[in-house]
């Protein structure tokens, strides 16, 4: 049996911690202790729970986390992706943005009749030498869904052995959720005016959601900016560093195409769910 747990917290390896760090973070989670500074973004942690990323866990038999066979993080907080503005350089390198490359965080793009902003551009990297060049990053991290966080922490909170428990609830990674319903709409809203405008948007992902919401590298992938509409940097962490894994460049039409690649499912296995599914509708009588 496999579910998925904590990978980072507040910033730390989880199996790396001991069971005195884990009742602490744990406190805090629960907002019974003060809050832990985010080491990726400066601050303090804004994320409810603390959590950066998850992996999936296998029970070693004895109701403990078999550590051997962890599976790969994936980020949970949009801040994981801030550590050393790897994103920013890399896109900056990406773009031919050299001398002098500044940021500005989450900058008006839309704006509501009221006059007030309806929609941001989560980061923008520019150039403003002779001319103002610039290119705008979208950072998409994964939801999860499944049993809430609450009882693990307070699991944490009183457990003693030096091997961290099995998670308590079950929960996993809503790709669809983080992609075709979240990101997908914010694409389809500001790609078209960058075209206008020359420019273009970059998405940071990490890899497992790539690989999972995207179906992964394009067979031929591009690296010519000017070929598409939107630049995916796609990362992963290793051995607790944001480190660069695959880019590409696709058109807005070929990026929602991998985003609703999901496909329905067959009408005998549809219809054995619903057969499982099948209630009786109550009556009055047993209402």
């Known amino acids: 049996m496999t579910t998925f747990g904590i990978a980072e917290w507040f910033g730390h390896d989880f199996l790396s911690l001991d069971p005195t760090a884990r009742q602490r973070l744990a406190r805090v989670a629960l907002g019974s202790d003060r809050s832990e500074p985010c080491p990726y973004r400066g601050g303090t942690c804004s994320k409810a729970g603390g959590v950066c990323s998850i992996r999936e866990y296998d029970d070693d038999g004895t109701g403990r986390i078999d550590t051997a066979t962890a599976g790969p993080m994936v980020i949970t907080c949009p801040n994981r992706f801030e550590q050393d503005q790897m994103l920013v350089h890399w896109l900056a390198e990406i773009t031919g943005l050299t001398e002098g490359v500044k ?27 002779q001319e103002l060049r610039w290119f705008g990053l979208e950072v998409q991290a994964v939801y999860f869904s499944g049993d809430a966080m609450a009882p693990e ?31 997908m709409p914010q694409l389809q809203a500001k790609v078209p005016t960058l075209r206008r405008w020359a420019s273009r948007i970059a998405v940071a992902v990490d890899a497992v959601l790539f690989e999972e919401a995207m179906g992964g590298p394009s067979t031929n992938p591009s690296h010519d900016v000017d070929s598409g509409d939107v630049i995916w940097l796609v990362s ?13 460049v696709l058109t807005l039409e070929e990026s929602c195409d991998r985003l609703l690649a999901a496909h329905p499912i067959g009408r005998v296995d549809f219809e054995t769910h619903l057969r499982s599914m099948l209630r009786a509708i109550p009556t009055g009588d047993d209402a």
């Open 103 to 129: 940021m500005a965080r989450e900058v008006p793009f839309m704006i509501a009749r009221s006059g007030k902003p309806a929609g941001k551009i989560d980061l923008v990297v520019a150039t403003d030498n």
């Open 153 to 183: 922490f307070r699991h944490l909170q009183t457990d003693e052995e030096t091997t961290p428990p099995y998670p308590q609830g079950r929960r996993h990674p809503d790709w669809r959720s983080s992609t075709a319903k979240r990101l």
């Open 236 to 248: 992963e962490l290793r051995d607790g560093e944001l480190r660069r894994r695959h880019w590409e």
